[in-house]
């Protein structure tokens, strides 16, 4: 067996399975074993807490039915939710959430992803995704506003014409301007999305309105 073309090809292929394996798989593993798993409540920050405010001044009435106040225990609460309810509708069959550092990926969606990213509560596991139908969300936070979220979770051709993302009218208690709890957890999730990332959309801006209040 050895001997012939399809023996030589069939240990060459254990080979490669079994480097890429270690390489992938094992290294990474123990590299960070020791390195502690930040819990849900160590990452907030002041980016997404801009944001949960936010839903509370444009949601007032669902929000406080829903939420209560705009609190750090409470957006930590709704972040978890958040990301069980993406795992739980599947959205990682069409979005992946892992920037590769190929064909100029870096140019589209922001920096290369880093291990330390993923070593948090809310990214375990990692959501690398199956295929890009629609795209990376790995820096999703901040490029577009709470409302625009809140639509395109209602109905996505609104905002996104040609758009093959089903719609999620049970995130809301009828129409796009009334989210209920899933439908403000998604989107609290959805911004925190590389709110730990200096380059986070329009963060400069909410710092000066911080400096002012």
Known sequence: MFETKGGVLFIAGLGFFALAFLSNAVVPVLMYKDLPEQPVEELVNSRIMYQFEDLARRYPEQFKKYVGDPTEENCAKLMRLGRQIYIGEGCWHCHSQFIRPVSNESKRWGPVADSSEY???????????????????????????????????????????????????????????KPNLRGLAIITYVQWLGSWLKEYPYYEQWEDINRED
Do not use: I, K
Not at 148 to 176: I, L, Q, R, T
């Open 119 to 177: 070593q948090n509560a809310l990214q375990r596991p990692v959501m690398f995704g199956t295929r890009r139908v629609g795209p990376d969300l790995s820096r999703e936070g901040g490029r577009h506003a709470n409302d625009w979220h809140a639509v395109h979770f209602f109905n996505p051709p609104v905002v996104s014409p040609d758009s093959p993302m089903p719609a999620y009218p049970w995130f809301f208690d009828g129409s796009p301007d």
